[in-house]
């Protein structure tokens, strides 16, 4: 085909040539006209403004040090502490469950209550959830109320904080009854690979979750309003629209009445998506920084990370299931006859199961927490390219420093960070700043520090 149009192309040369011969001849030769041609010199291509940005990265993080760096490592760090110290209590808690026989008199209560050996784990279930809530109850008040005031995250009174506790534990019985009763239903009807229907069960429960969460929970502990007409307001649902996500109104939570922390959202599920803002991000953010975070919000809904979590944390509690059905059988082996547990199907053997399952996942600590700091990194990314306010994102990652290390090392960051660190998501929007200095939006925004 090229050789064709070649040809072609020849062709309609030498027609046109030999057809404007005889005119050129006719008129004879004439002198070329000449005109004085002035050549000016090019303006100056216009150059970038100088921008390092792994020193304006470096700047960004200069910005917290001294009482208020330290503070934030000693809260941070006191969390990898607190992983062991809950694993180890969960642990301990499963023994003495065991070893006193407590959980197999608990399983003959449940005996003598029903017949059904179906409604026998839910009575059963029902006594080990408030017998390791009053257990652990001491860890959640030093970690959840206590460590809380202590670095000076937490609004609340005690009574206030006991009384949403108790608002979770309602919850967390109604949850649990239902999930651990219709494991052991699985279990006596499988028997041989009751963990992967198990590991099933649970997605499905979390996928539910999700789903009614935002509408029926989230308020049980705070009050959502429309957030009042404003520029803000405009702002976010005109980002919104422009991502595709459907929704027509902004909501406001009145989270400072619990804690300091900065924090948005968009969640939901099947038509229950909304977007979400708590009135500590409204009150002590730039409209900057508000867009910035609403804009990596809304990238956790476009890249549809609630199925992406599903799928990946659903094969992490298979594995946790499988290894759990395996530990079961080794562990039951050596001890069942002294803590009179008779087999899975019994649910006397819970804090068996609930001992195994906290050792797994703390072993699996790096794998969950890799998870969700990629699934996060994926929402900056898109959220600067959606809201291009790198250093709007810059300053709130500087807020939420108040309980999160700004600059771990490397392993640091992979063991113990379910999100990108500090200076992992400062650095990223620096990168990207410096790609897109000549853009007029950059050029007219904030100057980052040097």
Do not use: C
Request: charge should be neutral.
């Amino acid at each position: 085909m090229t050789r064709h149009f070649v040809w072609m192309a020849l062709l309609v040369w030498m027609m046109t040539a030999f057809a404007a011969a005889p005119a050129m001849a006719q008129g004879g030769p004439a002198a070329a006209p000449t005109s004085t041609v002035e050549v000016q010199p090019l303006p100056p291509t216009a150059q970038a403004p100088a921008f390092d940005a792994g020193k304006a990265t470096n700047a960004y993080l200069a910005r917290i040090d001294g009482e208020a760096r330290a503070k934030s490592d000693s809260y941070f760090e006191g969390g990898y502490v607190l992983i062991l110290i809950g694993a180890l209590y969960a642990l301990a808690v499963s023994a003495v469950l065991l070893f006193t026989r407590i959980s197999a008199r608990m399983r003959r209560n449940a005996e003598n209550v029903t017949r059904s050996r179906f409604w026998q784990v839910t009575v059963y279930i029902l006594q080990y959830v408030v017998l390791t809530t009053i257990l652990t109850f001491p860890l959640d008040v030093y970690t959840n109320f206590f460590r809380e005031h202590q670095y000076g995250l937490s609004n609340q009174t005690f009574m206030q904080w006991f009384g949403e506790d108790m608002i979770e534990f309602a919850i967390f019985v109604v949850v649990a009854a239902i999930l651990g009763t219709l494991i052991y239903a699985m279990i006596r009807a499988t028997r041989r690979y009751w963990w992967a229907w198990a590991a099933g069960i649970v997605v499905a429960f979390t996928i539910l979750g999700i789903t009614v969460a935002p509408v029926y929970i989230a308020p049980l502990f705070n009050k959502y309003t429309p957030l009042p007409a404003s520029k803000t307001k405009s702002d976010v649902l005109s980002l919104a629209r422009a991502q595709g996500i459907p929704v027509d109104n902004v909501y406001m939570n009145d989270a400072s009445k619990q804690s300091k922390r900065i924090s948005a959202n968009v969640s939901g599920m099947f038509g229950t998506t909304r977007i979400t803002l708590n009135d500590n991000l409204l009150n002590r953010s730039s409209e900057r920084e508000i867009l910035a975070v609403l804009g990596h919000e809304m990238g956790h809904y476009v890249l549809d990370h609630v199925t992406r979590l599903i799928l990946m944390t659903g094969l992490v509690m298979f594995a946790a299931f499988g290894f759990t059905a395996w530990g079961f059988g080794a562990v039951n082996a050596a001890f069942g006859g002294i803590w009179d547990v008779r087999g899975i199907d019994d649910p006397a053997g819970v804090p068996v199961l609930m001992a195994l399952f906290s050792f797994f996942f703390l072993l699996a600590t790096p794998v969950t927490n890799t998870i969700s700091r990629t699934t996060e990194a994926q929402a900056d990314i898109f959220g600067v390219n959606a809201a291009r306010q790198p250093d709007g994102f810059a300053e709130a990652a500087l807020q939420l420093s108040e309980y999160r290390k700004l600059d771990p090392s490397p392993l640091e960051e992979f063991v113990f960070y379910d999100h990108p660190s500090g200076r992992s998501r400062i650095a990223m929007m620096m990168r990207w700043k410096a790609e897109h200095l000549n853009d007029a939006d950059i050029k007219a925004g904030p100057v980052s520090p040097q």
